[in-house]
């Protein structure tokens, strides 16, 4: 038997709780692993609270992400004892997932725990921070440099932005932080932000084009706010769009595109190939500052996961949660 939060649907409703479950019923894979620490993404509050139609079956594990070692494999790549982890490809969402003291997995989904983190520490970056160096990454092959001018972050105080602004700072970008919470200037200048901006000046209705400011951005709010970047983009500006937090909605014009030369460019971690997976996960080894990795994280147990869950959608979880599903 093992602990893991399991989300039902049914006649009584839609609801999500601690569960004793047996090892029997784990879902098809090729490797068992044994999960050390698992967190809470944007996408798992919305599967545990309902409030997306992100699980598409029931009953459910949540959790898009996990650490751990393998304890049984029939795979080729892996062997009892190795270091795991995994990030996205529909687990949480159709197949079960790592908030969960055990899971079973295909191994061709599996990316060994890089040497330099600790499994809580992969955790802490877990598909948030990983997306946030996909979004790096997007905005220097695009041509993106510290030298081209500011680089906007919004969201900045969840886990992408939180992620998104130290990396981007390490790198030597001035970063202008976007968040609705003016209590987290302190915290956001720590991790390297130069400017904090009122996310309310980018939420609303905006111009088709607006002053030329942004060399880059990388948005996790779609909707209005990420309408208004675009219109403030530089010429040859880049933008990475990865998340809704506003809205999935794009209520742009064209202008910034086709007479700024602005790109935007779309950043999906869950089916990313497996080589730009590895390439991000080596740079954020290299380009990410631990101790600012530790400033966003804060710990949470399997049993707290409902409940922080809660307060993830209500925008009230700062940085980056991680769960030790041992506890
Ligand atoms: P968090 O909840 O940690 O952060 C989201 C942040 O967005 C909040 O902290 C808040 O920042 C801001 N925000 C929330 N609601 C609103 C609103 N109504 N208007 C404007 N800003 C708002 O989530 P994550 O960082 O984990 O994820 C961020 C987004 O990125 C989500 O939409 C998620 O689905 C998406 N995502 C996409 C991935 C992909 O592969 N494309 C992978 C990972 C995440 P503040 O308090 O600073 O204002």
Redesign the pocket.
Known sequence: MFKAVLIEKDEAGYRAGLREIDDAQLPEGDVTVDVTYST????D??AITGKGPVVRKFPMVPGIDLAGTVRESRHPDYKAGDRVILN?WGVGETHWGGLAQVARLKGDWLVPLPEAFTPRQAMAIG??G??AM?CVNALERHGVSPDKGEVVV??????????AVALLSRLGYTVV?????PE?ADY?RGLGAAEILD?AA??QPGKPLARERWAGAVD????H?LANVCAAAKYRGVVAA??????MDLPASVAPFILRGVSLI?????M?PRAERLDAWGRLVRDLDPAKLDAITDEIGLTDVVATAER??A?R????VVVDVNR
């Not at 996790?220 to 909707?223: L, Q, W």
């Not at 990865?242 to 809205?247: E, N, R, S, W, Y």
């Open positions: 809470l993404n944007y996408k509050g919305l996205g598909t948030a990983y997306t996909l919004t969201g900045a105080a969840g886990g992408v932005g939180s992620t932080a976007v968040s609705g919470r987290e956001l996310r980018f939420s996790v709010v779609g909707s706010t990865c998340g809704l937090a506003q809205g779309g950043i999906d971690s869950v990313c993830l959608m925008g979880v700062r940085g980056r």
